[in-house]
């Protein structure tokens, strides 16, 4: 009973910004790591950045100094703020975060289905 839906992509042009969002639903006991990964077709899925349930961060080189991963708690939501978009940043960005449900308490991990990011003039 756990979704995750993503949202905020969409047709950029280079150097500018997109602030993509990813809000868990369902029943929900807690939810744990979260993250944004990207795919470009033919490729393998890619993590981008991580954020824990304290606030912790990490980053791949590509994106460090540009992206921004935060979450909102109260809301069962992640962030990824994008500056400074590059062509090469065009992929679809996919929300993953594990979650514990209120009934069975298992943590367990779920992916959003997507958001494209177009990144080109």
């Known amino acids: 009973q756990v979704q995750l839906v993503e949202s905020g992509g969409g047709l950029v042009q280079p150097g500018g910004s997109l602030r993509l969002s990813c809000a868990a639903s369902?029943?929900?006991?807690?939810?744990?790591?979260m993250g944004w990964y990207r795919q470009v077709l033919g490729k393998q899925r890619d993590v981008i950045a991580i954020?824990?349930?304290?606030?912790?961060?990490n980053y791949t080189d590509s994106v460090k100094g540009r992206f921004t991963i935060s979450r909102d708690n109260a809301k069962n939501t992640v962030f990824l703020q994008m500056n400074s978009l590059k062509p090469e940043d065009t992929a679809v960005y996919v929300c993953?975060?594990?979650?514990?449900?209120?009934?069975?308490?298992?943590?367990?991990?779920?992916w959003g289905k997507g958001t494209l990011v177009t990144v080109s003039s």
């Open positions: 369902g029943s929900i006991f807690n939810i744990y790591t």
């Open positions: 993953n975060a594990e979650v514990a449900g209120i009934t069975m308490r298992r943590r367990m991990r779920y």
């Open positions: 954020i824990t349930s304290g606030g912790s961060t």
